[in-house]
């Protein structure tokens, strides 16, 4: 739901990468990717019955945490995290 933040911790980053997720619910609104505190990149995430994959490129560099902050109406279920 709106203002939900999942972490992860910690990677290695040192280039360009694929995000990829898989979700499904009711929500509409953007998956902000953070990297420590900066935000890299945003996902759209619609409204979907079925499990939808959504993907994300960005750069980074450094031992840092990887977040993901929802900002939007609804919730929704997330099944994978890919690079």
């Known amino acids: 739901s709106?203002?939900?933040?999942?972490?992860?911790?910690?990677?290695?980053?040192?280039?360009?990468?694929?995000?990829?997720?898989?979700?499904?619910?009711?929500?509409?609104?953007?998956?902000?990717?953070?990297?420590?505190?900066?935000?890299?990149?945003?996902?759209?995430v619609r409204p979907e019955k079925k499990w939808t994959a959504a993907t994300a490129d960005f750069t980074a560099k450094g031992v840092e945490g990887l977040f993901l902050e929802y900002n939007g109406k609804g919730k929704f279920d997330m099944k994978t995290l890919c690079f």
């Not at 990677?11 to 890299?40: C, N, Q």
């Open 2 to 44: 709106d203002g939900t933040m999942i972490g992860y911790k910690y990677f290695s980053f040192d280039g360009t990468y694929g995000l990829g997720v898989e979700i499904r619910g009711e929500a509409e609104g953007t998956l902000w990717v953070r990297v420590g505190e900066k935000i890299v990149a945003k996902i759209p």
